[in-house]
């Protein structure tokens, strides 16, 4: 326990790893949370960030009534649910006004890794609706450069035969998706993302992979012992202003 009167950087210091950790990704979901507004539709991503997330939401459900919420998984439409807040089918929304989500790695060029609680497809899905992908992390999920594990999500028809074409890549001793992909994880060398995501997607039986280009990213926010940085992100504001639109 932290000493009363402790500075903020003696009360990091006293707290377990884990503690830390917990911590940043909290401050780091409080502070996306404030960009959710009442009559928006959200998109909801998956995991522990996540969930700070949608307790901060919850706390002012109350306010957030007309509030819609796309999840990216069945525990995130759960515990929304509980909260109070109402959950709908992407479908129904169509475009979304921000979606937010959690991530496993970042690297310098604005690259993500996703999938670590294998919601991967449906987290790019949802990503892709939104006008605004607002990314919340923990600092220590910031690397030099992506490396291995990158999550997978496969088709189950010969799945031996895609594993094989993939190279260096096993399944994950996980529950297929809600979708009745197969997770795995490829574990060769990452190299350029680009061109890694490029031979994933090109891969027949790959659903989906959890490479994150930068172009799909809005914002992160990153929170560490001094507190919340604000990194801006390669996607354009406006879906109008996609390529080819
Ligand atoms: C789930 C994800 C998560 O966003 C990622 O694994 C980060 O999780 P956490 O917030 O628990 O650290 O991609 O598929």
Redesign the pocket.
């Known amino acids: 326990m932290a000493s009363a009167g402790a500075t903020g950087r003696e009360q990091q210091a006293s707290l377990s790893d884990a503690e830390q950790?917990a911590q940043h990704?909290r401050a780091a979901a409080r502070a996306a949370a404030e960009e959710v507004h009442d009559g928006m539709r959200l998109g909801l991503?998956?995991?522990?960030?996540?969930?700070y997330l949608l307790q901060a939401l919850g706390e002012r459900a109350p306010s957030l009534g007309e509030l819609r919420c796309a999840a990216?998984?069945v525990q995130t439409a759960e515990t929304a649910r509980t909260l109070g807040l109402t959950v709908s089918d992407l479908d129904e929304l169509g475009e979304l006004d921000l979606a937010i989500?959690?991530?496993?790695q970042i690297d310098r060029g604005g690259w993500?890794?996703?999938?670590?609680?294998?919601?991967?497809t449906r987290?790019k899905i949802v990503a892709a609706a939104a006008r605004r992908f607002v990314?919340?992390?923990?600092e220590e999920?910031c690397v030099e450069r992506l490396h291995a594990p990158i999550?997978l999500e496969l088709v189950p028809f010969a799945v031996q035969t895609t594993l094989r074409a993939l190279g260096d890549a096993r399944l994950r001793d996980v529950p297929v998706s809600p979708d009745g992909g197969l997770i795995a994880d490829y574990f060769g060398d990452v190299g350029d993302p680009r061109k890694l995501a490029g031979a994933l997607s090109a891969q027949p039986g790959v659903v989906e992979h959890?490479l994150f280009a930068p172009e799909m990213v809005s914002s992160v926010l990153i929170a560490g012992a001094s507190g919340v940085e604000r990194r801006a992100g390669a996607k354009p504001d406006s879906k109008s202003a996609k390529p080819g639109a």
């Open positions: 950790i990704k991503g998956t995991g522990s960030t996540v969930a990216t998984s989500d959690g991530a496993d993500l890794v996703k999938g670590g609680g294998a919601a991967h987290e990314v919340i992390v923990s999920k999550p959890g």
